[in-house]
């Protein structure tokens, strides 16, 4: 069965660093989503991305933030400069179609932590 | 304003006991969708199922069924028969008609001995 992937699995940054986390949504996917989840608590919507544009971000999705799709296969989620409040499991999640009734698909997560 | 509450944060039950993970939701939208999802130990999250707002219909999927009731704000998920292998954080998730955002509960962590 079709997966997302992430990577890397975990990453370790120190505070003020640039991160980079990458995920490879399924192949026919056109809709993309970044969620996160601090240790213990509940998952967060971050952004939602279709062609080549934001849909929808949250409140947490701040300047810090920043979505792209490089090319055809890769859809990666930026922090500038981080924080350690942003130590968390980030999420990767596509869809076939944008419709509500849709299930999201989630990647298996790429645990930051920041020092 | 969006919401979903699960009451429960964490149930201990032993191996093939019934249980009952409760999940009850806010929104002003009248179509909307539920969704239940797995978070077993290993992190990741595995979609279970949806329901749409329009359809009361309860769901039997093996040892898995839900209770959707539109009176009383609540989409349930009964697993039957439990096994070790169920043990997991079980969210349930909120999405409107026009949003993109799935809202999530806070999660309720199953725990199965055996």
């Known amino acids: 069965e079709p997966e997302v992937t992430q990577t890397p699995s975990h990453q370790v940054t120190q505070m003020g660093q640039e991160v980079i986390l990458r995920c490879v949504p399924i192949s026919n996917h056109l809709y993309f989503y970044w969620y996160r989840q601090i240790l213990g608590q509940k998952v967060e919507f971050l952004v939602s991305?279709?062609?080549?544009?934001?849909?929808?971000k949250s409140e947490i999705f701040d300047d810090q933030f920043s979505v792209e799709r490089p090319d055809g296969s890769n859809f990666t989620l930026k922090i500038r400069s981080t924080k350690l409040e942003d130590s968390a499991m980030y999420f990767c999640?596509?869809?076939?179609?944008?419709?509500?009734?849709?299930?999201?698909?989630f990647g298996d997560g790429t645990r930051l932590s920041i020092l | 304003a969006q919401k979903v509450t699960q009451a429960q944060t964490e149930i201990s039950v032993v191996e093939k006991e019934d249980v009952t993970l409760d999940c009850v939701y806010e929104t002003r939208d009248t179509t909307y969708y539920l969704f239940w999802y797995k978070q077993p130990p290993s992190g990741e999250l595995v979609f279970l199922i949806r329901?749409?707002?329009?359809?009361?219909q309860n769901e039997i999927s093996g040892r898995y069924s839900w209770n959707f009731q539109k009176s009383t704000s609540s989409f349930n998920f009964t697993i039957t028969a439990s096994q070790v292998v169920d043990s997991a954080v079980y969210f349930c998730?909120?999405?409107?008609?026009?949003?993109?955002?799935?809202?999530f509960g806070k999660g309720t962590t199953l725990s199965v001995s055996s």
């Open positions: 998730a909120l999405r409107n008609q026009a949003g993109t955002a799935l809202i």
């Open positions: 999640a596509s869809s076939e179609f944008v419709q509500a009734n849709q299930p999201q698909h």
């Open positions: 329901r749409n707002s329009f359809d009361e």
């Open positions: 991305f279709y062609n080549n544009e934001i849909s929808e």
